[in-house]
């Protein structure tokens, strides 16, 4: 572990920009780190965090002490660290009783964001808050004016519910054109404005870009901006235009854990899963020693984002070939996730209900880890034996693991009895139990040298996972681990279709960019094919992407 310390202490400030040979290492270091986090004894009163942003804008005070706490709000704010943030404009407001913008930040912190809703009895909460701020309004300030009549607006008994986030982001809009330079303006109306994607509605999200683009010409290391910007492209289907920010995003913002992690939304789309795996780990060990600095009650688990990180990360190491790292993973499910939180409380904000119950993120995070074991670990994952209780996605991913194990075993009826056995678990599971099961089917196929059977195994399960999910929504993070139409291009290869086996492989390499087992399957295909130049290329591509050895990696297994 002294490596690990030794590489997590060079690059403090931010993760690499290019993975070196003790990538690896700085990943396991960070998650280690995480867990020797002191126990936390209870929770403190709001802290000064620091590292969490770089806006800062004026508020109507002359407390130096409530100014602070008011920008650390907004950083807060913008980073996606809900309570904290309604912890410190509540502590501004608390300095300064007559500040009306503190008072407006309460309202702000209380309302609905690009992750969550509120409820009706939340809504008028929020309410009441920014009616004082709008009795607190000194005359002439017409900017904090705009603000909270903004917020009025959104709350209002006369704004019907289904209109709120819309007649929100129009009027947070309507204050960016009355105010061209205000940087904390234009970084709340992009919020507002993209808060509609979280139904699906993306006609605010041209706008939000338009606007982000000001800001950062302007500013080009500002901190909310780059947060949203990474998201905004996202949501139009262009996320490599956010990677020169998104690089730089954990730098500028070490100790906000949300922050740290945005890159890896845009990495994981460019192909980038090394990095993904490092870069959440790095979240993992900020949420840790947030959740230390505030005493939060729990285990590290308990924060509202821990999920998020853990199974982007995994996911990324997964898809990266980095075995030692995505056991690392695995295994700091049980210390991240125990049964004995499982009647705990996490530390949601109000209004959010997504991941809410530590049951289901357990579950979520154990049965995910166990895709680690199947595929670097046979013989961990063949001592796992469901248990009675166990839910049906913990034990469809059980079979999945234990199938992989199989198959790197080359038993064949190993593969195929856990393929049955995990589609007789598939009640209430149906997509990820029909693609595990299609898999193994493949698998079994392909190792008894039937590359037909196997290409139409794949074919279902690459289908299916296509239509379930789709690349557009697929990397937040992925639901299911791998792009299986790779598989079938190893299939089409197998069969003796080297045409088949580069179409399939360039499909599945316009969603999943830089896949090693892709490439290297398109490689292969493109030699059989006499295209010497490419297959080289592409051959070389593959093997630095991959974190493992390449040639280990059974064609089979792909």
């Not at 330079?181 to 139904?199: C, H, K, S």
């Amino acid at each position: 572990m002294k490596a690990a310390a030794f590489a997590l202490a060079a690059v403090a400030l931010g993760f690499p920009n290019a993975v070196g040979a003790d990538a690896t290492a700085l990943g396991v270091g960070y998650i280690c780190g995480a867990e020797r986090t002191a126990p936390r004894a209870g929770p403190q009163p709001a802290v000064m965090l620091t590292g969490v942003g770089n806006g800062a804008s004026p508020a109507d005070t002359a407390s130096r002490e409530a100014q602070a706490w008011y920008d650390e709000g907004l950083n807060l704010y913008h980073a996606f660290n809900h309570n904290e943030a309604s912890a410190a404009f509540a502590k501004a407001a608390a300095l300064d009783p007559a500040c009306a913008l503190c008072e407006w930040g309460v309202a702000l912190g209380l309302g609905q964001t690009l992750n969550y809703g509120v409820t009706p009895t939340q809504g008028a909460v929020a309410l009441s808050h920014a009616d004082r701020a709008r009795k607190l309004l000194k005359p002439g300030d017409a900017r904090a004016e705009g603000l909270i009549a903004a917020l009025q607006l959104r709350y209002g008994k006369d704004t019907p519910d289904a209109k709120r986030d819309t007649v929100y982001g129009q009027a947070m809009d309507d204050l960016v054109r009355r105010f061209p330079g205000d940087d904390e303006i234009a970084n709340l109306a992009v919020q507002a404005l993209l808060i509609p994607a979280r139904r699906d509605d993306y006609s605010g999200v041209p706008r939000a870009e338009a606007i982000l683009k000001d800001v950062l010409a302007r500013h080009p290391d500002d901190t909310a901006a780059i947060h949203y910007y990474i998201h905004a492209t996202e949501f139009a289907g262009h996320p490599a235009q956010a990677l020169p920010y998104a690089e730089r995003l954990a730098g500028l913002a070490p100790g906000a854990s949300h922050l740290v992690h945005m890159a890896a939304h845009t990495l994981m789309h460019v192909g980038q899963y090394e990095r993904v795996a490092i870069v959440d780990a790095q979240a993992l060990k900020v949420d840790a020693d947030v959740e230390a600095k505030l005493r939060y009650a729990g285990p590290l688990s308990s924060q509202i984002y821990y999920l998020h990180n853990y199974t982007f990360g995994l996911a990324g190491a997964l898809m990266a070939g980095d075995g030692r790292l995505a056991l690392k993973y695995a295994d700091h499910a049980a210390v991240a996730f125990p049964a004995t939180f499982d009647h705990g409380v996490v530390a949601m904000p109000a209004g959010a209900a997504r991941s809410a119950n530590p049951v289901e993120r357990r579950t979520t995070a154990s049965a995910r880890s166990l895709v680690a074991y199947g595929r670097y670990a046979p013989d961990r994952a063949l001592a796992l034996a469901d248990a009675a209780g166990d839910p049906r996605i913990v034990r469809v991913y059980r079979h999945y693991a234990r199938g992989e194990a199989f198959a790197a075993r080359g038993d064949v009826a190993g593969v195929r009895r856990e393929a049955e056995a995990g589609k007789a678990n598939e009640s209430g599971t149906v997509d990820i139990a029909a693609i595990a099961g299609d898999v193994l089917t493949g698998r079994a196929a392909l190792l008894d040298h039937e590359p037909a059977k196997a290409a139409e195994a794949f074919a279902r399960a690459a289908q299916r996972q296509e239509k379930a999910f789709p690349v557009f929504d697929n990397f937040d993070p992925p639901p299911w681990w791998y792009p299986v139409r790779r598989s079938l291009a190893a299939a089409d290869l197998a069969a003796g279709k080297p045409a088949d086996a580069v179409r399939e492989a360039k499909a599945s390499l316009a969603g999943w960019p830089d896949d090693a087992l892709a490439l290297r399957v398109l490689a292969q295909a493109e030699a059989r094919l006499g295209d010497s130049k490419a297959a080289s290329s592409h051959l070389a591509q593959a093997r630095r992407a991959w974190r493992g050895d390449l040639a280990k990696a059974s064609i089979d297994l792909t």
